[in-house]
């Protein structure tokens, strides 16, 4: 009896080890097409924007094939958890934020404020200050990022307006947000536009 309890326990860790799930939000433009069966993402130009889904419940490492437009590109989904695929032509930015705290986003902001959030926009857009421990991503076209464990956790995609989100409970939500190089880009030239140059004595 107790060898059938030790193998049938061993089976029980076995198949706990052997489970995974890993979940890929791929961002996409145009005409391109995702097959999640065959693992292939087609990319081809034209206008518009989309967000496609993909699962795989494994934890073996899921290897991609993002065709068309160029090169193709392997991309390799190796740990479980959340991950963004960029198979857009543009760079994709995005970070964790705050969607719980209405004040945070309706605060007035002063000169050093909007000078700083300058700077910190600038080194984003050339990928300066990028890693997992600040919770930022810079993701060039053909790549993946895993962005959190929780697979749960909200994706507000490039040119969305969300800016807010109740809480449920006393937990925050956790939420990133991306957007395309050229929103932030955009998104600078008006900030620039809100600063005040010092006067010449």
């Known amino acids: ?27 996409i433009k145009g005409n391109s097409t995702v097959n999640e069966d065959a693992k292939t993402i087609t990319v081809a130009d034209g206008s518009g924007s989309d967000e496609k889904t993909i699962s795989y419940k494994t934890a073996d490492k899921v ?10 590109a392997a991309v390799s989904i190796d740990d479980n958890g959340l991950y963004i695929l960029n198979a857009k032509n543009d760079t ?3 970070s964790y934020q705050n969607y719980s705290d209405p004040k945070a986003t309706s605060a007035v902001k002063t000169q050093a404020d909007l000078k700083h959030g300058i700077d910190s926009l600038v080194q984003l857009t050339q990928g300066k200050n990028i890693s997992a421990a600040n919770r930022n991503f810079y993701l060039l076209p053909k790549t993946a990022v ?56």
Do not use: W
């Open 63 to 72: 290897q991609l094939q993002v065709k068309g437009l160029g090169n193709d």
């Open 92 to 94: 994709i930015i995005g």
């Open 1 to 27: 009896m107790k060898k059938i309890a030790l193998y049938c326990l061993s089976l029980l860790t076995l198949s706990a080890c052997s489970s995974g799930h890993k979940k890929i939000i791929v961002y």
């Open 146 to 201: 895993k962005i959190s464990d929780n697979l749960d956790a909200i994706v507000v995609a490039p040119f969305n307006s969300m800016t807010s989100l109740e809480k449920e409970g006393d937990k925050a939500p956790e939420v990133y947000r991306f957007y395309s190089i050229k929103e932030i880009r955009a998104t600078i030239d008006k900030l620039n536009l809100l600063t005040v140059s010092k006067k010449k004595k």
